[in-house]
């Protein structure tokens, strides 16, 4: 009303009516209100978009957290997490799944003849072998150093076996180039079912990691259970 009376001061001769001045301020009001309501709006949705961009970068960093920074296989601790929830579906509903651990033969001198990085590349090609065998709902980690561990879910300690061996073989078969010329490396793999209850996670895994030294006890470059 302030505004539409100095307008109206300034120009008497058009005469504008009470209920044309009423309409003006009501005109105004309600775009000032859509002005706000836009304002809010905007800043809602950049508020959301950097809420969002939090929470992706969250997912992100808590699976790197959860991967080996070479091999980008499941690590040590995520692999326990996962064996331990294996054993509550097992106590619970009787669902079966085996374990198998894989260890390179003869790694710590494949490392000390052509080097650190030529380690890493049998590494890396060891943790793919085993990710193209794992199986569909399977879970492969490395476990450490130059050991890895597969849980094969919904398998008897025969399938685990036979798959292990595909493993074992398929890495002998792998030739590598080194400046003594090509080389061709091993692994031995031990398998064991979870078929009754265990007092722990790491106490089953003892049994299918007893199969293992087992295998290198015997000769290394096979599958034992």
């Known amino acids: 009303n302030f505004v539409m009376n100095k307008f109206m001061g300034c120009c008497p ?4 009516s009470k209920k044309t001045e009423t309409a003006f301020g009501m005109g105004m009001a309600v775009t000032f209100v859509i002005t706000i309501a836009s304002l809010v709006t905007y800043f809602v949705r950049q508020l959301l978009v950097a809420l969002e961009l939090v929470n992706d970068s969250a997912i992100v960093n808590d699976e790197r957290s959860k991967r080996d920074s070479l091999t980008k296989l499941y690590n040590h601790e995520s ?9 509550r579906r097992y106590e619970e509903n009787r669902e079966r799944f085996s374990l198998a651990v894989i260890d390179i033969d003869n790694f710590k001198n494949v490392n000390d003849t052509y080097g650190h990085a030529f380690g890493d590349v049998v590494l890396k090609e060891v943790a793919d072998i085993c990710a193209r065998h794992k199986g569909a709902a399977g879970f492969c980690a490395r476990y450490g150093g130059e050991e890895f561990a597969i849980i094969f879910k919904g398998a ?4 685990a076996e036979e798959m292990a061996e595909q493993i074992r073989q398929e890495f002998e078969q792998k030739m590598f180039t080194t400046p ?3 080389r061709s490396f091993s692994v031995s793999i031990g398998v064991a079912e979870y078929d009754r209850a265990y007092p722990g996670a790491s106490a089953f895994f003892e049994v299918a990691d007893a199969a293992l030294y087992c295998a290198k006890r015997e000769g290394k470059n096979q599958v034992r259970r």
């Open 13 to 16: 001769f058009l005469g504008v």
């Open 79 to 87: 692999f326990y997490e996962e064996l331990e929830y294996y054993q």
């Open 156 to 159: 008897g300690v025969g399938q």
């Open 180 to 182: 003594q010329g090509e």
